[in-house]
């Protein structure tokens, strides 16, 4: 019986060996995809529910925008939809979002978000 029981805990162990190597790729694989995300220099920007003009009210870049409510923009120049989500994670939330904002592109936020520079 001890026999069968230290066979039995062997194989436990090298399933648990497999499992662990595995979650060691998976991390490896989500840090390749998500490694080139890294935060720039400057603070994070936080914008009440409101219009906001890229170049006058927040400087132009890559951002990771988060929050909970509707964020569009429109294309400063052609006026077109550049961006248009659901921000946060709930029944219609889409998550966070990364995006450029160029000089003149027009925000509508339709609650307060947070932008985070990124390179």
Not at 8 to 24: H, M
């Amino acid at each position: 019986d001890l026999n069968i029981k230290n066979t039995e805990l062997e194989t436990k162990n090298k399933d648990l060996e497999n499992i662990n190597s595995q979650i060691s790729q998976k991390q490896a694989e989500l840090n390749q995809l998500t490694g080139n995300i890294t935060q720039a220099k400057g603070q994070p920007i936080s914008l009440q529910a409101g219009q906001f003009i890229v170049g006058k009210d927040i400087p132009e870049g890559r951002y990771n925008v988060s929050g909970s409510s509707n964020f569009i923009v429109h294309d400063g120049f052609t006026g077109r939809i550049k961006v248009n989500t659901i921000l946060g994670y709930g029944y219609v939330g889409d998550g966070d979002y990364i995006c450029t904002l160029d000089n003149g592109d027009e925000i509508n936020n339709h609650a307060p978000s947070t932008l985070t520079p990124i390179e």
